[in-house]
């Protein structure tokens, strides 16, 4: 199914509103041209020409006499001026409240069909495993979820506006020309269908050129993203020229793209508005011809015909413009439908139970994984880690510590082999059920635009305030907590930039002592900090192992020294495994990377 098809299955829901709209509409196009066909009593009136009306009348005369005769049929002129000026304002006042309706329609339906895009992109998105998030960049999804679908819900209000009531419109200005001059009204069908055999050329090369200009802004609002949020990084490195470079280019190759597609967006009004005054000059020649045959058009028919046709010529004009338009939404739509027709990947089996917690171990047998389908970041690893121990994880940077902890919560799926928890592989529970029995603290700390006590409670909408400070004050995060402004009321604003690093971690295993899980996941919490806030952090930590298994990607001797298993990673397999004691002295990798963290101040 196309985009055309696509979008408007999300008009489904709003069909009674679509059909109020769609009658007030063809309401407001009928009164409009009914108005003007006012025009032949009014001039007739005002100039005398009661007396010259022949016995044949016009289609548009019979209509007159048949819905306004009584007001209209007086002898005397001036009373017949009155009634017609009072009538045509009545019906302009009709009209106009029925364009409204219509307008009012056509905005409502337009932004309630953007908020269900943006809600069914959103709700897809969060289906997908961290691998596409990864790979994403995340400026370019914000464009698709902001720009692209502002750009393709305005298809929607102006097939409402645009394509019903000036359709509606046209076709009722069509029937009055025809039904006061069909000989000069034949030009109009003739140049309607040259309008839109030149216009097609054009908009199908709009089209082609403005799919990839969207896909330009998306590159150019990834790399303001990114700049945005690595801006540290590019102040301390001096490259803030650099990355002006880069998004002037970015930003260049956008303007490029959208200049070229707005040039055949621009030609479409010209070629129509030609087309138009061509035809306004054939209904002049055709007068001239009518009269010279000895057909010559009554005076207040031929000027109420030109009104009704200068009248006509805006309607064609934006209607005209509407495929441009449409172009414009549907290339938009394109890349809105790529993100909501992608199927999710992290999703529960069919039959997935709620995972009933740990009683004896976490096993992993004879797990594969790649992320490219080529090279193998993990290769045939075997591990037991029992239910109550701390599982210290060590290796050079790339040998796969993280790759093998993110299969625990199924961020990451085996490509061959298992993760099994007493026994049952952790594809057999549902997701959320899972992970809600794990805490997981990164390297890269999440503080959400929300309060300290919102941080620490997240997803709790009115958290137990005293559960929070205990939290608080068990990650060694209270006191700098007391010392904001508002305490635990305090907005930390966007990524928690006002806090330090330290803060922002601790914060993190707050949120996770808040929760009090059974399983741990410590990934290079502390690899990042200076040595005052490592030690707070590392004290948080420490009461953090109590009672519970945890899986710890350790860069410090500390946590490794008091693990119950140390697990030794090179290229993706585990080479060692013991306790501290057991390895330091081994001759292996591990007393050599004992030896390095010694004498590099305790990192490994």
């Given at each position: 199914m196309d985009c055309g098809g696509r979008l408007a299955q999300f008009l489904?829901?709003?069909?009674?509103?679509?059909?109020?709209?769609?009658?007030?509409?063809?309401?407001?196009?009928?009164?409009?041209?009914?108005?003007?066909?006012?025009?032949?009593?009014?001039?007739?009136?005002?100039?005398g020409l009661a007396e010259s009306v022949p016995e044949i009348h016009t289609g548009v005369e019979q209509l007159i006499m048949f819905t306004a005769g009584g007001l209209l049929s007086s002898g005397d002129p001036a009373v017949v001026l009155r009634n017609t000026v009072l009538l045509v304002l009545a019906v302009i006042v009709l009209k106009n409240i029925a364009v409204f309706v219509a307008s009012y329609t056509g905005a409502y339906i337009e932004e309630g069909v953007a908020r269900d895009l943006r809600s069914q992109m959103y709700g897809r998105m969060l289906g997908f495993r961290l691998r596409y998030f990864e790979r994403a960049k995340g400026g370019e999804l914000i464009a698709r979820m902001l720009s692209d679908v502002d750009e393709a819900k305005t298809i929607v209000s102006h097939a409402l506006t645009s394509v019903l009531r000036n359709g509606v419109l046209?076709?009722?200005?069509?029937?009055?020309?025809?039904?006061?001059?069909?000989?000069l009204a034949l030009p109009t069908l003739v140049l309607a269908p040259l309008t839109a055999l030149a216009l097609k050329p054009v908009l199908r090369g709009m089209r082609r050129r403005l799919k990839s200009a969207l896909s330009d802004r998306g590159q150019m609002a990834a790399r303001m993203s990114e700049t945005i949020q690595g801006v540290r990084l590019v102040k301390a490195h001096g490259m803030e020229s650099y990355e002006r470079s880069?998004?002037?280019?970015?930003?260049?190759?956008?303007?490029s793209?959208?200049?070229?597609?707005?040039?055949?967006?621009?030609?479409?009004?010209?070629?129509?508005?030609t087309l138009a005054a061509a035809l306004l000059v054939g209904l002049l020649l055709g007068a001239g011809w009518t009269t010279e045959t000895g057909q010559a058009v009554r005076p207040e028919i031929f000027v109420t015909f030109v009104a009704v046709t200068i009248r006509l010529l805006p309607a064609v004009k934006s209607l005209s413009r509407f495929p441009a338009r449409a172009v414009h939404a549907l290339s938009a739509a394109e890349r809105v439908f790529e993100v909501?027709?992608?199927?999710?990947?992290?999703?529960?089996?069919?039959?997935?139970?709620?995972?009933?917690?740990?009683?004896?171990?976490?096993?992993?047998?004879?797990?594969?994984f790649s992320y490219d389908g080529n090279n193998?970041?993990?290769?045939?690893?075997?591990?037991?880690?029992?239910k109550g121990q701390v599982a210290a994880i060590v290796g050079r940077s790339g040998a796969g510590k993280s790759t093998l902890v993110?299969?625990?919560?199924?961020?990451?799926?085996?490509?061959?082999?298992?993760?099994?928890?007493?026994?049952?592989?952790v594809t057999a529970y549902s997701n959320a059920t899972l992970r809600k029995t794990m805490g997981i603290v990164s390297q890269e700390t999440i503080v959400l635009n929300d309060t300290v006590a919102h941080n620490i409670a997240y997803g709790e909408p009115s958290p137990d305030i005293e559960a929070?400070?205990?939290?608080?004050?068990?990650?060694?995060?209270?006191?700098?907590?007391?010392?904001?402004?508002?305490?635990?009321?305090?907005?930390?604003g966007e990524r928690g930039v006002t806090l330090s690093g330290g803060e922002r971690q601790r914060l993190a295993i707050a949120r996770a002592l808040f929760r009090d899980p059974p399983i741990l996941i410590l990934d290079e919490a502390t690899s990042s900090l200076d040595s005052e806030s490592e030690r707070l952090v590392q004290d948080a930590i420490n009461g953090l192992l109590e009672n519970r298994t945890v899986l710890v990607v350790a860069h410090r001797l500390t946590t490794v020294q008091h693990a119950d298993l140390v697990v030794v990673m090179e290229d993706g397999r585990v080479v060692e495994s013991g306790t501290h004691r057991e390895l330091k002295n081994s001759g292996g990798p591990y007393e050599r990377l004992y030896s390095l963290a010694s004498e590099s101040g305790e990192l490994l």
């Open positions: 489904r829901p709003y069909s009674a509103v679509f059909t109020l709209g769609f009658v007030a509409a063809v309401m407001a196009s009928v009164l409009d041209g009914f108005s003007f066909t006012l025009l032949v009593p009014f001039l007739r009136s005002l100039f046209i076709l009722v200005y069509l029937a009055i020309l025809f039904s006061l001059s069909w000989r880069r998004f002037f280019a970015a930003s260049d190759k956008y303007f793209g959208i200049v070229s597609s707005q040039w055949f967006a621009t030609m479409t009004s010209p070629i129509s508005e909501i027709d992608r199927i999710p990947d992290d999703i529960d089996v069919e039959g997935a139970e709620s995972f009933p917690g740990i009683e004896n171990e976490i096993r992993f047998r004879d797990v594969w193998w970041a993990l290769k045939g690893v075997n591990l037991r880690i029992e993110d299969m625990v919560p199924r961020f990451l799926e085996p490509s061959r082999g298992s993760v099994l928890i007493d026994g049952v592989s929070v400070t205990a939290a608080a004050r068990a990650a060694n995060a209270h006191s700098f907590i007391s010392r904001l402004p508002l305490g635990y009321d305090t907005v930390l």
